[in-house]
């Protein structure tokens, strides 16, 4: 990538990094210490030659690296939003995958949706004309395995970084193939997310039904997600455990 293209790409990344952490321009610049005109300048690809000391201002409150604002890279600090959405009905499944998947067209994001036929047709009719910028994948295929699973993953997460994607969205209702006998390797999946991914410009959110959920499994699902979406909004997940301990 050409020093150019570089910093054309500043733009991009940083309004989406806001937009993703729900941090308008204002609340921006109060956490970052730089002044709302910078960062609308930024985000409007005026001003590209930031200040290093500016760069790391930037990048430590928007939760990403200052090679991820630069030049799309993600090494070392970890940058993935890993989330869980239990739901209950239609409504509550659209009112957390929709608000997820909105705009990644405009971002220049890449998305992808593994989703039921049922579903599918459900979240395309939500998005409307946004579910062009979304890749619909069948669970059959990706949520055969655990294994097959990360695969898929990462297979979508490389060829759109590589694509110039400035950020990858993967939304999807893992269903746990295999029952109650399959259940730790799933959980461990789960857990493995947090660590193949963590250092990438990539955010996962699992959806579940709650209605056929134990509370058991709901406690695991709080235990390999470092965050679950309530009512629209992001919160740490109670019982979130380090996945190297429930891996080994």
Known sequence: MSRDADEAGIAGRVKGARERGGLSREALAFHSGVSWSAIAQVESGRRTN??????????????????????????????LRHCVALYEGEDQFLASAIPFLSGVGDRSEAAMAILGKTKTTLLRGGLGPQADAVTFADPRDCYRSPGAALAAHREFVDAAIADGASWVRILGEPTWRGGKAKAPHWSRYEALLN??????????????????????????????????????????????????????
Do not use: K, N, W
Not at 51 to 64: D, E, I, K, Q
Not at 67 to 75: F, M, N, R
Not at 217 to 240: F, K, N, R, S
């Open 195 to 248: 660590l193949v991914f963590g250092p990438a410009p990539v955010s996962v959110l699992c959806l579940y039904d709650a209605t056929r959920l134990d509370s058991s499994t709901i406690d695991e699902l709080y235990a390999t997600h470092p965050e679950t979406v309530e009512q629209g909004a992001i919160h740490a997940c109670p019982g979130y455990r380090d996945p190297v301990t429930q891996i080994l």
């Open 50 to 79: 930031l200040r290093p000391g500016t760069l790391a201002s930037l990048a430590r409150a928007l939760g990403v690296t200052i090679d991820y604002l630069v030049s799309g890279a993600g090494p070392g600090q970890a940058m």
